[in-house]
């Protein structure tokens, strides 16, 4: 089952503008992470976040982690047409002895030229 | 190309057949993992294997599900007796051993007719 949920699940804009997606998860975590997903592709990883971290960059990306309400955000600035695709975020709950990464539902992405 | 492969790309076949899925991780990484992916979904765990042993697996991984790393390289993902709830994009993604980011091929989709 999925860890949490996605908002919105689906976001369309135009070139230039900012867009942002919300992740809300259900247990404690080690890390939280985003993917990207290009239509029928792999996932490519884009960023973590560690648990005791509240905001993270990387380029035109910045999450943002809130442990105490379970909740992550990833802005994308200054979006291109490049960047449509699906986002997912990804926990690593806490006491896995391992990365099992629990994913949310996504947020598909439009980037109108 | 020195990521994840998987392979085939695309299978389709009729409902009670068996299928045989392979996965080549990056070389030298210790984990590899396996996760379906449903129409609209995120990917939910499968499976984990460090080296040759297979530590987890999910209880979506019914009695049809096999999954093997023999030399602790690449991997097979059998399902036998498929059936259409079967139909999905099963992904394969792999990591080194202390590492939190995984690396995800490009995914076998499934049809059972």
């Known amino acids: 089952s999925q860890q949490g949920e996605e908002d919105p699940q689906a976001l369309s804009i135009q070139e230039g503008e900012n867009a942002t997606m919300n992740c809300s998860y259900k247990?404690?975590?080690?890390?939280l992470q985003w993917y990207r997903q290009n239509s029928g592709r792999g996932l490519v990883h884009l960023i973590l976040?560690?648990?005791?971290?509240r905001e993270k960059h990387s380029g035109r990306l910045r999450v943002t982690l809130d442990t105490s309400k379970k909740s992550s955000s990833l802005l994308i600035t200054a979006s291109r047409a490049a960047d449509t695709a699906s986002y997912f975020c990804?926990?690593?709950?806490?006491?896995?002895?391992?990365?099992?990464?629990?994913f949310g539902t996504g947020t598909r992405l439009l980037v109108s030229p | 190309d020195t990521g994840v492969s998987q392979d085939p790309r695309h299978k389709i076949t009729k409902r009670g057949q068996n299928v045989t899925f392979r996965c080549d991780p990056i070389s030298e990484h210790n984990r590899l993992y396996w996760y379906r992916q449903t129409l609209g979904q995120g990917p939910e765990f499968l499976t984990y294997f460090q080296n040759e042993a297979q530590l987890e697996k999910s209880r979506l991984l019914s009695d049809r599900f096999s999954a093997e790393r023999p030399k602790g390289s690449f991997s097979t993902l059998e399902i036998q007796r498929t059936e259409q709830g079967d139909s999905a994009m099963y992904l394969c993604a792999s990591s080194p051993w202390d590492y939190n980011e995984q690396f995800f091929g490009p995914g076998t989709r499934l049809t059972v007719l």
């Open positions: 990804a926990t690593a709950p806490m006491n896995t002895g391992f990365q099992k990464l629990v």
């Open positions: 976040i560690r648990s005791n971290e």
């Open positions: 247990t404690s975590i080690n890390n």
